[in-house]
């Protein structure tokens, strides 16, 4: 379709709340050069976010938002956690079902509208945090990644299961005591993005959220490489300041701490990967 | 337009009918198949955009078929899970996205994919499943044995159970049709007795292939296609799920509501496509009737039999529909009766339970759950007739 779903009816017009009316005059529509620049100036796609406040989560969410090539068709996949606190309050065409099926609903809806609308551009993209990712629904994430699903998977990483109170997460670092981990964790935190690069992902990137303008590469780059060539997978450091002590205006600094450690930048590009981004870069579009 | 008032072709080159056209007035021919190949054409008729598999057994077979019909180019998505639970989200998503989706399973498969099911129905997503009921472990079975409908009942879907190949196929297309009406807009699990129906051959008739069942239109959905042609929908300001407070709990509450009364809204299309949620058979005015459901309603019609030779007149009442059960119906058509057995082929007696709760206060026949065989055990009719003439105190005079 194009964004003309987001048309209000003129009959409608003045009833509707002025945030949907904003989204048809003020956000970018039909411009794939969109991205973090217009976040001053565009109405963005997330309305009134529901997490705590200063939560480096929220950062994501509006920077993704805002650099999703093709947003008038795109259906972002959710599963269950903080994140799915704030889907409703996304404009787009969003999905939460259970929590850990992200990957497998995300398989399912890619699919069918490839064969649907042949002819159309259609992107779907995942955004979980890493319980969901890589530990309820890891069967699903590495499965989606085998059969070379075209989809983005967006792993929010806060080392922890923050919405139901600060447990342990697969993603925690070893030694860190949290909740169900009264001694500390007892192993290492998965490497998800080496696991994903070995289970066929062919643009892979880690990295905080601390630079608006990287996060917009990271999210276009992995968008138009799932979009022609196969999976693709994010994974975002989003400090959960809150289970970590930290105060509300923390999170950056935090994440500038994490750029310098184990999530300093890191991208891994298969060949077909490289091609697609050297040929968005040359059309001005990354 | 065509005399059967549709028109046009769908995907697959086959003519559109419409629904009453193939299920009640297109000529049939006489074919001789297993349930599995039943299901095979009558997915070839349906316009099925989708379907995922996963192995099983006994359901493996049927979800071959639909990868042969893939191939032949009469589904238009098709592919291996990973798991049950993975499939049945998978298919969540072909819905979602605007498919008609069909997919198989049995026993162990149906509870590892159970998280899904309530998800299917609060999602209004009239997926189709077809359940081959195997029973459940431990111990390890893979033998006839329907106990996983009974964790199925409370989920929020239409349950269909088919006593044969014949209603099996018929099943399968009027399972779409009603699912996928506006006012239902569900879930329907059409299920038969594993490996007596799936892995059996016997004669059914069917229309021609060259025609099909108008294909799913998505915009009828009564929630938003996730298709982003059509506005999303608006949770913006008030997640309604997401809030701790009384709206939101109102809200949940009567959304399932919503989808029970969506479920009873299912029966007059029900009763018009399956020629009536239940099936009369034998003496009108017995006093001795087996209320029966799937293979236990074909193993009690032989018992009727067997009792006539006694000089005993008995009726079978087959339950089609478990989801929406039919009460009313049963209750008329159990009027005369004095007896009530209900044989089942698994341990909990999930029928009879059903059976009990719409009679209470409205029957005076007692109501006794038996025969009840599981793990695999066979029905035969002389048990039936054994335990009916102990409890009509009569003396057992086959051999048995």
Redesign the interface.
Known sequence: ?SFN??KVNEELRDFM?P??LELEEKATWGNPKRGVMDLPYAKELL??H?LCAGCPESDAFRYILASLPNP????V?NSTGCT??V???I?????H??FG?QN??????????E???PDKV?DVVVLAGDGATVDIGL??TL?SFF?QEKITTICYDNEVYANTGGQESGLTVKGHVFKMAPKGKQWDKVPMWQLAIDSGCHYVVRMTVSSPRRVEQAVKKAIYVAREVGPTYIHLYTPCILEIGRNADEGLEEMKLGDKERFSFFEHMSPQAEEVIKAKKEEGLI | MSDNGFSGVNKSGQKIVSPDYLLFEAPREKVFMTGSEAVKEAVRRASV??S?SYPITPQSEAAHLIGELWVEGYV??Y?R???E???M???????????RIITTTSGPGTLRAM??FP?WSG?RLPIQLVLMARGVNAPLTIQPDNLEISFLLDTGVMIWHAENAQELFDMVLAGFVVAEKTDVHVPIITAIDGFFISHTRESIMIPPEDIALPPYNPYKSPT?T???????G????D??V?KSNYTSYATHASWQWEVRAAIERSRPYAKHYLKGLIEEYGDPEAELVFVASGTAASQAKEATRLLLDEGIKAKVVKVKSIRPFPHQELLEATKTAKYILVPEFNIVGWLEREVRAAFYGKSNATIIGTPRVAGGMTMPPEIIYKDALKILGKEVSHVI
């Not at chain 1, 404009?91 to 999905?95: I, K, M, N, R, S």
């Not at chain 2, 989200?89 to 498919?99: K, L, R």
């Open positions: 379709m779903i987001y709340p945030e949907i309305e009134e529901s008038e068709d795109t259906i996949v799915s606190l889907f409703p309050h404009a787009l065409h969003t999905v079902s259970l099926n497998a609903v995300a398989s399912g809806i890619k699919r069918v509208l064969y649907r609308f259609k069967d699903c499965q059969r | 955009d989708a995922v238009g998505v592919f899970g990973e798991s639970f993975g499939v989200s998978e298919v969540a998503g072909c819905s979602m996205a605007g498919a998280e899904n998800m999602a938003p996730i298709d982003a042609e059509i506005a999303p608006r949770y913006i300001k997640p309604f997401m």
